[in-house]
């Protein structure tokens, strides 16, 4: 059996599992025993990957799998995986594993909560190891859904409003989607009746340049939308907001990847003249992006909105890193994914913790928590030096590579973007050491908070599991970077191949 | 000789944090201190035979010294020709700095056990300090550029850590911040730099980038940008890395308030070491700025000769003992940049490198000592301020002695070691630039005045009325003192000239009398009017404050430069950029996402009547439809 469909089918159980349960503390067991399983899973499926690897396997994409489902269309459930998607899915088990343990309290209709998340996160992991678009399309929609569901009912604030104006953004992004997808399908091969939905086959057709000019601002957008792109970046604030700990942990540190990682499997690699032809729009909104969403942060005095503003500058990165289009940058981008995955979904989780004891998220109401929550102090600290980007934590790492990465362009746009895009290591500093400074250090403010218990030994677990892997990344990144480069090689091989035929 | 034993020196303070960190709070307090002091020990010792072994037993007389990798290992491949090593380079430069790191870290953790007892955060406090060892000794034994940023980072963090250790006071926060956020906008300008010099010479590496033949140098040629070279203008981006760290103009602002931080951080990160990583910086690169880039190295000089007289000036009118000593650093570290800007490559023209790096070490052993003097008044009197200080020589002896001594050092006055690396740097700038060295003759004597001015204000002058009779520090804290005097009073024998030269091959070097002469004379002046001015109180400060009265209101607020920071951080950034901007998403992006919901909802409502469920308005509408479009095909068709 192909150890693939086991990230389906893991859920699958796990959510008939929870709908055997009675209680919170039945749930929750059987969710952390299978997102579990999951975690370990991913790490095997890395293992094997890179054995099979070594054993000299060099086809593209490794564990294939497929099965027609839909004749008429030419619809297969086709299964494969790359560098790419192994690293993705590994950020994907830790950040789900890492959930369960942040929402090991949720006392409002358990069972529900947990069979939601988990099919949020089977959705997840179904796009990672999809090669077919539709399916691929299919699982993205099963991962936008639920968060529905997640931010209406167990949300907090004003949280119909937020749930309605997350999900109809990311709706509308799905139509655009769907419009790039169908494009794609009908032009993905010369004869009318071997049109197909499988990537690989795609990326080795040729899409006429006409359709891609048309169909490019589609499926990158469509994809942006998700990841954060200005200015169709406004669900984010007020969605992670109102979400509950483990949803904005899951939507910032996974969901928020679909985005990146269709950007650029899609998007870039089947259309790459157009990807050329475009970039600089799009180079232009992802640096504002990684720049404004930094100033946004500045101001803001709600931790979730100043994550959240966070999350645009980071994602922002990612996307302006996949438009550079070189190996190097790209190879940034995705641990950038990765990196700001682990990170933010620390930061949520730490946010909720906190939340918890002290009943308020705004900075100005706290202070001095670093005397009375030391664990949580210092596990906030440790995320916010990793997000400003301190090596030695897998966001310097990222940086660095994107940065290196860009600057192999010779001409001024490029070299000035990336400079405008580097500034942000500054601005991030302010905001994150604002934070700091104000919640955690100073005297503290409030008396009620002079008797909070530090965190439980779930929590820990929550935490530890991510500082963990940012701390991996951060210190021995080349394995990594050598899994993601491989990959990379075909991918940028076509772009530069095609670059240099059709547009010059 | 096999150099990979180094590769602990930095590796055993690394260890000491981790264990102090993840188990710190578990152990009684001293078991904590002595652990760090004996890493630091061990890493000292490795760090001495190290210098033994390069300078002289496995040296070849009369050959040129060669920088030698101990170590090296691929951390991340970037590009197909950048790839980032981490590793132990061993050169004169590194292995000198070896030296003065764990010396001073020592000291500073014996004096440390003393001066933090008691203190809650002790094993804390200990655990940083073996980070920043750890990461200080990395950066100055850095094979390439980006392993010296990483660790230029991670120095910057121990730094911010250890500013903002007492995190309950929000003094300490806001210096602990504001010395980070200083130093990484400089850092942004250090990475631009790294960026564009490794793009154009394709290498990251000191061996590679500082080889008179290599690519770097002779791809020097060509103008880009206003006149300049991209090499010169990478060198000056990097050079302003280097500022932001070496608290030079107009970086310095963060510098006098990073003195809210313990004093042995003082003396160990704000006066000795981290403080000097931008003059090692340039150090390190020397050959490519002075054989490559002129340009960029006369940028270093006159950064640093206005920075040395500029701090001076302010230093004059301080009252808070530490920021005296904060000035002070600057303007020292004003008089190495400069040393090394006036400096040529190879043989005697290379005197300004050897007087940069000499002038560093010394001042590492004096500048320590008088913060560490200055920590030991501190725990005396409980103040930093000079009005709460007098007379204090009577209570605090060894305290007085080694603080003179150290006094007499910064102001030139031989035999003390600062004679002879000032008198180096003097002879260095009048070779190469005469207002540069009219400038520091003034502040040779300027440093003379308000050094002495700060000893009689706290050891002798008015007699001041204590709560509690002073007491001399315990002997853990005396001790590193003494070492520190003797290492002030000696090390000026150190025969630099034949061990730390720009090229590695020694060269002769003799003082020069008729600049060392007039240097010490103006030396002394400076005492001399500090003596009539403060030994006993008298009026004279005060009018001299009043017939200068705008020039010492000036000075005594810095110049207003951080009053022009906070403008530019509080106005612009955050009033005139960040809540704009705050503003226009919520209300013009997020306003228009909005906007469009609510027309699609207008809409919704608009046409709802169409779909009303009533029968009769169904029928109603159906029959006028099926009469107009009779109409219309008898009619129209």
């Not at chain 2, 940069?356 to 560490?372: E, G, R």
């Not at chain 2, 002030?488 to 003799?510: I, R, W």
Request: net charge neutral.
């Amino acid at each position: 059996m192909n150890i693939l469909n086991l990230f389906v089918i893991i859920p699958m159980l796990t959510v008939g599992g929870i709908l055997l349960t009675k209680d919170l503390k039945q749930s929750r067991l059987v969710s952390a025993i299978g997102m579990g399983f999951q975690l370990i899973l991913s790490f095997v499926l890395v293992y094997l990957y890179l054995k099979e690897r070594q054993a000299g396997n060099t086809a593209a994409m490794l564990f294939t799998y497929d099965a027609l489902w839909f004749p008429s269309l030419n619809i297969h459930y086709a299964l494969g995986v790359d560098g790419i998607s192994v690293a993705m899915i590994a950020l994907t088990g830790i950040v789900v594993f890492a959930g369960i343990f942040a929402s090991w309290k949720m006392e409002l209709l358990p069972r529900e909560f947990f069979i939601s998340l988990i099919i949020l996160a089977s959705g997840v992991f179904g796009f990672f190891i999809s090669l077919d678009l539709f399916t691929m399309f299919l699982f993205y929609e099963l991962a936008v859904i639920p968060m529905y569901l997640l931010i209406g009912i167990w949300g907090s604030g004003p949280k119909e409003y937020s749930a309605m104006k997350l999900t109809l953004m990311l709706m509308a992004g799905s139509a655009m989607l769907l419009v790039g997808l169908l494009g794609i399908y009908f032009f993905s091969s010369p004869d009318p009746h071997a049109l197909t939905f499988n990537l690989i086959e795609i990326s080795k057709a040729h899409i006429p340049i006409g359709m891609q000019r048309f169909l490019f601002p589609f499926t990158f957008i469509g994809f942006g939308i998700l990841g954060a792109l200005f200015p169709f970046h406004t669900w984010s604030p007020d969605g992670h907001a109102s979400a509950p700990t483990a949803v904005s942990m899951l939507h910032a540190g996974v969901l928020m990847k679909l985005g990146g990682y269709g950007a650029f499997r899609v998007a870039i690699f089947l259309m790459p003249e157009a990807a050329h032809e475009q970039a600089w729009i799009f180079l232009i909104l992802t640096a504002i992006s990684v720049v404004y969403g930094a100033f946004s942060a500045i101001v803001q005095t709600d931790l979730k909105y100043i994550n959240a503003y966070s999350s645009v500058s980071h994602c922002g990165l990612v996307l302006f890193a996949v438009l550079m289009m070189n190996q190097t940058a790209m190879n940034g981008a995705i641990v950038q994914m990765i990196s700001h995955g682990l990170m933010t979904a620390l930061f949520f989780a730490l946010i909720g913790m906190i939340y918890g004891r002290t009943h308020t998220r705004l900075i100005n109401e706290m202070g001095g928590l670093m005397k009375v929550i030391p664990f949580l102090g210092v596990v906030y600290v440790i995320a916010g030096l990793a997000s400003l980007g301190l090596p030695g934590f897998s966001g310097f790492v990222a940086e660095m590579i994107i940065f290196v990465g860009s600057f192999q362009h010779t001409d001024l746009f490029h070299r000035v973007i990336t400079i405008v895009a580097a500034s942000s290591i500054v601005i991030t500093a302010v905001y994150i050491l604002r934070v700091v400074g104000t919640l955690l250090l100073g005297p503290i403010k409030n008396d009620h908070f002079l008797h909070l218990e530090d965190a439980k030994w779930y929590e820990r677990i929550s935490t530890i599991t991510l500082v963990i892997a940012i701390t991996a990344i951060g210190t021995a990144p080349y394995w990594l970077t050598d899994m993601i480069n491989y990959s990379l090689v075909p991918i940028v091989q076509k772009l530069s191949s095609i670059q240099l035929t059709s547009l010059y | 000789m096999d150099y990979t034993y180094t590769l602990f020196i930095p590796l055993v303070p690394l260890f000491v944090f981790l264990i102090l960190g993840l188990l710190g709070h578990k152990m009684p307090p001293i078991v904590a201190g002595l652990i760090g002091t004996l890493g630091l020990g061990l890493s000292a010792v490795l760090s001495y035979f190290t210098a033994m072994n390069y300078f002289w037993t496995s040296h070849v007389p009369e050959t040129a010294y060669t920088s030698i990798k101990g170590f090296e290992v691929e951390w991340l491949h970037l590009t197909e020709k950048l790839t980032i090593h981490l590793g132990v380079l061993i050169d004169p430069i590194s292995v000198m700095m070896l030296v003065v790191i764990t010396t001073v870290s020592l000291m500073v953790h014996i004096y440390s056990i003393g001066y933090m007892k008691g203190d809650p955060g002790f094993y804390r406090f200990f655990s940083f300090l073996s980070l920043f060892s750890f990461s200080m000794l990395g950066l100055v034994l850095a094979t390439n550029i980006f392993q010296m940023y990483i660790f230029w980072e991670l120095v910057g963090v121990s730094s911010f850590l250890l500013i903002g250790f007492y995190y309950e006071k929000p003094s300490a926060v806001a210096a602990s911040k504001k010395a980070f956020i200083v130093t990484r906008f400089a850092d942004l300008g250090f990475l631009i730099g790294i960026l564009m010099l490794s793009f154009n010479t394709g290498t990251f590496d000191f061996q590679t980038l500082t080889d008179p033949h290599g690519p770097a140098i002779a791809q020097a040629g060509g103008v880009a940008f206003m006149g300049m070279s991209v090499l010169t203008w990478s060198l000056i981006f990097i050079f302003v890395g280097g500022a932001g760290k070496s608290a030079m103009f107009p970086f310095h602002i963060w510098l006098p308030d990073a003195m809210e931080g313990p004093t042995p951080v003082s003396a160990l990160i704000h006066a000795a070491t981290m403080v000097v990583a931008g003059v090692y910086l340039v150090a390190r690169l020397f050959p490519v700025f002075a054989l490559g880039a002129p340009d960029a190295l006369h940028v270093v000089a006159w950064i640093g000769g206005f920075s040395s007289i500029f701090a001076a000036v302010i230093a004059c009118t301080q009252t808070d003992i530490k920021r005296v000593l904060a000035f002070s650093t600057m303007s020292q570290i004003g008089y190495m940049m400069l040393a090394l800007g006036v400096s040529g490559y190879g043989g005697e023209e290379g005197l300004g490198f050897m007087a940069s790096n000499f002038h560093l070490f010394t001042h590492a052993m004096f500048k320590a000592l008088l913060f560490l003097g200055a920590g030991a008044v501190i725990h005396a009197v409980h103040s930093n301020e000079i009005g709460d200080m007098g007379n204090l020589r009577k209570y605090l002896p060894i305290t007085h002695i080694t603080f003179l001594i150290a006094c007499l050092t910064i102001a030139g006055i031989p035999p003390f070691s600062g004679f002879f690396s000032k008198d180096e740097i003097l002879a260095a700038a009048f070779r190469d630039n005469k207002l540069l060295f009219a400038i520091e003759y003034i502040v040779a004597g300027l440093t003379a005045f308000y050094m002495f001015r700060l000893y009689y204000g706290i050891f002798w002058g008015k007699k001041t009325h204590y709560h509690h009779t002073p007491h001399e520090a315990p002997k853990v804290m005396t001790i590193p003192l003494l070492i520190l005097a003797f290492g002030s009073v000696f090390a000026g024998f150190l025969p630099f000239h034949n061990l730390v030269t720009s090229d590695g091959k020694s060269f002769e070097s003799h003082i020069d009398w008729m600049i060392a002469i007039p240097s010490v004379l103006i030396g002394v002046l400076g005492i001399a009017i500090a003596t009539v001015m403060y030994k006993s109180e008298t009026a004279i400060p005060d009018k001299m404050a009043q017939s200068f009265k705008h020039l010492y209101k000036w000075a005594s607020r810095k110049f207003y430069m951080d009053e022009v920071y906070l403008f530019v951080t509080r106005k612009i950034i955050f009033r005139y950029i960040s809540m704009p901007i705050a503003w226009f998403d919520r209300h013009i992006v997020d306003g228009t996402m909005n906007g469009i919901a609510g027309i699609t909802q207008y809409a919704a409502y608009s046409i709802k009547g169409l779909q009303s469920g009533k029968l009769q308005q169904y029928a109603f509408v159906f029959v006028s439809g099926t009469v107009i479009l009779v109409l219309i095909f008898v009619y129209l068709v």
